[in-house]
């Protein structure tokens, strides 16, 4: 089991960029494809993007998400990142980070995840 915690969300203007963090801790954090997923009011929780163990192989929902979003890990300090640009009032949401222990390259269901963070709420409106 790996605890996870996600912090970086807050208020921003359309356009504008955030960075999400997700810190780890109680396992061997690099055993563990890392995915980030959002949720919005009264909507399903979205994937968005999930990275390899190793941090080599990213792979998002799709362009749209990844023209603007990039996932990336440091294994050696236990963390995952979401780099947000040209941020929407659409992604507007709660944005969670969870911890894939059985697949290589991370599921794009969130049944397939594990371990969960409390969640971040990302706020975009002027």
């Known amino acids: 089991q790996v605890h996870l915690a996600e912090s970086g969300g807050g208020s921003v203007e359309p356009g504008g960029s955030l960075r999400l963090s997700c810190a780890a801790s109680?396992?061997?954090?690099?055993?563990?494809?890392m995915g980030w997923f959002r949720q919005a009011p009264e909507k399903e929780r979205e994937f968005l993007a999930a990275?390899?163990?190793?941090?080599?192989?990213?792979?998002y929902a799709g362009f749209k998400v990844e023209e603007r979003f990039t996932i990336s890990r440091d294994n050696a300090k236990n963390m995952v990142f979401l780099q947000m640009n040209s941020l929407k009032s659409e992604d507007t949401a709660v944005y969670y980070c969870a911890a894939d222990g059985y697949r290589e390259y991370g599921s794009t269901y969130h049944w397939d995840y594990d371990d969960w963070g409390q969640g971040t709420p990302v706020t975009v409106s002027s």
């Open positions: 109680g396992s061997d954090f690099s055993r563990y494809a």
């Open positions: 990275i390899s163990r190793s941090g080599n192989s990213p792979h």
